[in-house]
């Protein structure tokens, strides 16, 4: 596909086309791209992106030849001064990531802290993006929402971690990998207990899945179903409290206990959980001396 666009569009790109210019690409259809976006790239001194062979597939369908600098995770700090040097010698320099929004969950907001640091002209070219298209899809609560981003791979960690959100009052939303999703689940289970959620897979792309349900159903569902594929995106419902019985908040308890104890004493853990569950100290504490004996 050759890129063909009336005169005026162009001329209107050519007045914007300096400094840094951060460029949302499509998250999985290619036909998802602005028209501002097309010709910043296709204008740009230069490009820099996460993976240069996944940038040039979107490039070439849209005829478009470009120089392109890799900057990801790995090599930002020796890039990143080059790019920088670039912008100040008056090159424009457009920034993507392989998908959807720049700076979402990879190094762009260091190049842009430091470009607004030298006086370096910042803009946005919005567009797709991974969280906000599952969001709205999910027909959870958009009013409020918090990104968490790519939660830790073990258990532990990614249980001490979602605990930190479990006092806020709205959708949460996170990014997962295929392999830990049953795993991330599980512990989502544990720390929120039964809530609401979605799980979004392959988002705009041919084989796109939404599944809604509570936590249960879905554990339940990628046990049955465990060989999943594709990009994840995890949404649940914390905007109401969790209404659980004297049992659920025991069991619970002895969840959160497992976690809490590694990291502080008996006494400590109990007035926490007691307080986060409104439970008995007392019986925490006890489930507590009980799980040190075993």
């Not at 497992?258 to 502080?264: E, G, R, S, T, V």
Request: proline content about 6%; glycine content about 6%; aromatic content about 6%.
């Amino acid at each position: 596909m050759t890129l063909s666009l009336p005169p005026n569009c162009l001329d209107s790109i050519k007045t914007s086309m300096q400094g840094l210019i951060l460029v949302a690409t499509p998250i999985g259809n290619l036909s998802d791209i602005s028209l501002r976006g097309l010709l910043t790239l296709q204008q740009a001194d230069m490009i820099a992106c996460e993976d240069t062979r996944v940038t040039r597939k979107l490039l070439e369908h849209y005829g478009i030849q470009a120089k392109l600098q890799s900057y990801h995770d790995h090599n930002a700090a020796k890039i990143q001064p080059l790019l920088i040097h670039h912008l100040k010698q008056g090159h424009s320099l457009a920034l993507v990531c392989d998908s959807g929004t720049p700076l979402i969950s990879d190094p762009g907001y260091k190049l842009v802290q430091a470009a607004i640091m030298e006086g370096i002209s910042v803009q946005t070219i919005p567009g797709a993006s991974a969280l906000l298209t599952g969001l709205v899809i999910s027909g959870l609560p958009t009013h409020q929402f918090l990104f968490a981003g790519f939660p830790p791979p073990r258990s532990a960690a990614r249980q001490k971690f979602l605990q930190a959100f479990s006092s806020i009052c709205a959708t949460l939303v996170f990014f997962e990998s295929p392999q830990r999703l049953q795993d991330s689940l599980k512990d989502c289970l544990t720390v929120f207990g039964n809530k609401p959620a979605a799980v979004g897979r392959e988002l705009t792309k041919m084989f796109e899945e939404i599944r809604r349900g509570d936590l249960q159903d879905l554990v339940d569902y990628y046990q049955r179903n465990p060989l999943v594929k594709g990009e994840i995106v995890v949404m649940i419902d914390l905007t109401k409290p969790l209404i659980l019985s004297p049992e659920e908040k025991e069991d619970m308890a002895a969840s959160l206990l497992q976690q809490y104890l590694p990291l502080m004493s008996v006494k400590e853990a109990a007035k926490k959980i007691s307080d986060e569950l409104d439970i008995s100290k007392k019986i925490v504490y006890n489930q507590a001396l009980v799980l040190q004996k075993k």
